[in-house]
């Protein structure tokens, strides 16, 4: 059974700060708030695979009252939820920038960056569209050319993904009767497609049936696969919830390429199948990333989460980073690789090449150390392992390095298109494929689709 958001009423919020995480601790009174935790202070981080939990959402959901009843909407706030004004259109549209087009305290109304240039058009057609983006740190650790700020890719991304479920709650209960549309460009997709899948899945910060569609602009959790996300071979969306899609039905989604993004999720948009939508350019690696390299899908991960300010703190957190990777990585192939006869033999027979473990361990949307249980359960098991090795060394060791060098194959087969001159080729043109979503007519095209949306939802008298 899928979990639902309880109603709230009026809470109580403090803005607080913890280490290595930014939190809200909220009291709702005369609330149907049933976490066990009953007044909790909810952490903001990124859960890996998407595993939201309920009370997070609930949190959100609970502060984003606050800030309605309350007309807060400082940049320094936990969200920052745009002003619908007095009326409520039949779509507001979120739009959610790349990296370095936005900050905290980038104005969402402001018609900007490659988000811009979707809403333009958009609503230039129709100006009865509600159309804000969604400030947030837009930053990747400082590394030249995006900006001074130093907040780390994974937790801008986290950040921008939190912003935009507050904002769609907050939209959601002041104009119950509005759809909503999303769309995000580059960092802002995986924030974006972190946010629809969640929604998708039941556990997000509104119902499915409250999002008309999602426009997806190079992003890079993007799965293999065609234009629309689990409906192989559809290259136009389902029509809004509520509508007979007479406008959407005249939209079709432009070709992407088969391959997925950097860090391919290949989780599925559940209930919100049909209505999100994924515009890729050939070439553009963030979303059209090679099958087989691991090896850099490993060291973008670590970059993610590195400072890269300067040469001193880039030095030290890449290194810590890095290390805690390895040991993640180390971790997964002691448990699943490592097998211990009942004979007492020792073999190694991995699942899954170490590269691609080196590379899983980086994900940006997964930080942190393995759970300590695992980690001690991989203590023990290499003290085994060690004691099995000391006890026949002649008869262990040889059979260990044959599977070991047969091991090497599956890493080399897993960088295979690093070596491929087609594959190199395409780095050349990176910067002008990740970035011509506006010269192209990609941009125009998804406003193109809200425009759509908008106008079905008019027509059936919203």
Aim: overall charge negative; charged content about 20%.
């Amino acid at each position: 059974m899928r979990r639902q958001i309880p109603r709230l009423g009026v809470p109580a919020v403090r803005r607080c700060r913890e280490p290595k995480t930014d939190c809200l601790e909220i009291s709702c009174s005369a609330t149907k708030l049933t976490s066990p935790d009953g007044i909790r202070s909810a952490p903001v981080a990124w859960r890996g695979r998407r595993a939201f939990d309920r009370s997070f959402w609930a949190a959100a959901t609970c502060a984003t009252a606050a800030l309605v009843a309350s007309g807060l909407a400082r940049a320094d706030d936990a969200v920052l939820v745009p002003d619908l004004g007095t009326g409520c259109p039949a779509l507001v549209v979120l739009g959610v920038q790349g990296t370095s087009e936005s900050s905290p305290a980038a104005d969402p109304r402001a018609l900007t960056g490659m988000i811009g240039q979707v809403f333009a058009p958009m609503l230039g057609s129709d100006p009865g569209i509600g159309a804000f983006t969604i400030p947030y740190d837009a930053s990747f650790g400082g590394v030249w050319g995006t900006g001074a700020d130093t907040t780390t890719f994974a937790a801008s991304s986290t950040r921008a993904e939190d912003r935009l479920g507050a904002a769609a709650a907050r939209v959601v209960a002041e104009c119950p009767h509005t759809q909503l549309g999303v769309v995000g460009f580059s960092q802002g997709a995986g924030a974006a497609a972190g946010f629809a899948r969640a929604v998708g899945d039941g556990i997000g910060p509104v119902d499915a049936d409250h999002v008309a569609g999602v426009a997806l602009l190079s992003d890079w959790t993007r799965s293999p696969g065609g234009q629309i996300p689990g409906r192989p071979g559809q290259t136009t969306p389902d029509p809004a919830p509520g509508t007979a899609g007479t406008e959407v039905s005249g939209i079709s989604l432009p070709p992407v390429p088969s391959t997925g993004g950097i860090v391919s999720d290949a989780a599925d948009f559940g209930d919100l199948s049909g209505r999100v939508g994924q515009y890729c350019a050939a070439g553009d690696l963030a979303c059209d990333f090679p099958d087989h390299a691991a090896v850099v899908q490993a060291v973008a991960g670590i970059a993610a989460q590195a400072d890269l300010g300067d040469p001193v703190s880039a030095v030290s957190s890449l290194t810590a980073v890095a290390t805690a990777t390895a040991a993640r990585a180390g971790t997964a192939a002691i448990l699943d690789d490592v097998q211990l006869g009942a004979d007492g033999s020792v073999d190694y027979v991995p699942a899954e090449s170490f590269c691609r473990r080196l590379a899983d361990a980086a994900d940006p949307r997964d930080p942190g150390p393995a759970p300590e249980a695992e980690t001690r359960a991989a203590s023990d098991k290499a003290a085994q392992v060690a004691a099995a090795i000391a006890a026949d060394p002649l008869g262990q060791i040889p059979r260990l390095v044959g599977e070991l060098g047969a091991a090497v194959a599956a890493n080399i087969a897993d960088n295979a298109d690093l070596a491929d001159p087609a594959v190199l080729s395409r780095a050349a043109g990176v910067v002008a494929d990740h970035t011509g979503y506006g010269r192209d007519g990609t941009a125009a095209a998804a406003g193109d689709w809200f425009d759509a949306i908008a106008h079905d939802l008019e027509g059936d008298g919203r």
